[in-house]
């Protein structure tokens, strides 16, 4: 018994891959096809996914608006630089505090290849930014620089954090240019 609601064939259409000519051996005798090479094809893949920041969310709330805060233990006053919903050592919980994003230069390295959304941009320099407010260092990007001319004079340069007028809730909101001595 059919039901004719169901259709009993699928449609073709012009979606995903259309092969033309694939080699397959004729007759009966497929003893050949141990040996056939495997078929490798492009497929696009996307997913869309909801990420929650959590306990970092002030962090990207104050990106996006022009200010910088950081995560300090109340009694020890150990300061992250990154944020940090509880202190490494005590476990305690941190309290935000802004600071000004000003500091200098305490690591940097030169990145020639990234991820897909950094290819264009490559080569380009990442710094490790040591805060006078903070007990840690803050990972961010330096721009205005050329990264063939890098040297190892940028240790210890002032730099100041700028923050990307359209923010896209995203570390790379706030980046850094050199000051002059």
């Not at 059919?2 to 497929?30: H, M, Q, S, W």
């Not at 696009?44 to 233990?73: K, V, W």
């Not at 919903?85 to 305490?106: C, L, Q, R």
Request: hydrophobic share 40%; glycine share 8%; proline share 8%.
């Amino acid at each position: 018994m059919t039901d004719e609601k169901f259709p009993k064939r699928i449609d073709d259409n012009l979606e995903g891959t259309v092969v033309f000519n694939l080699p397959f051996p004729a007759g009966e005798d497929l003893s050949s096809l141990k040996q056939m090479a495997p078929l490798v094809i492009k497929q696009p893949y996307a997913i869309e996914y909801n990420y929650s920041y959590g306990q970092d969310s002030p962090f990207f709330a104050a990106l996006t608006n022009g200010r910088f805060i950081a995560c300090r233990e109340p009694q020890s006053g150990y300061t992250y630089a990154t944020p940090r919903g509880h202190d490494m050592y005590s476990g305690n919980e941190t309290a935000w505090v802004e600071i000004t994003p000003e500091g200098k230069i305490h690591a940097f390295t030169v990145c020639h290849f990234g991820s897909e959304a950094f290819l264009p941009e490559c080569p380009f320099v990442l710094i490790q930014v040591e805060f006078e407010a903070c007990d840690t260092l803050f990972l961010g990007r330096l721009i205005g620089v050329d990264p063939q001319a890098a040297s190892i004079d940028w240790i210890g340069r002032p730099v100041k954090g700028r923050f990307l007028r359209n923010a896209k809730l995203k570390p790379t909101d706030i980046y850094f240019n050199l000051l002059e001595k």
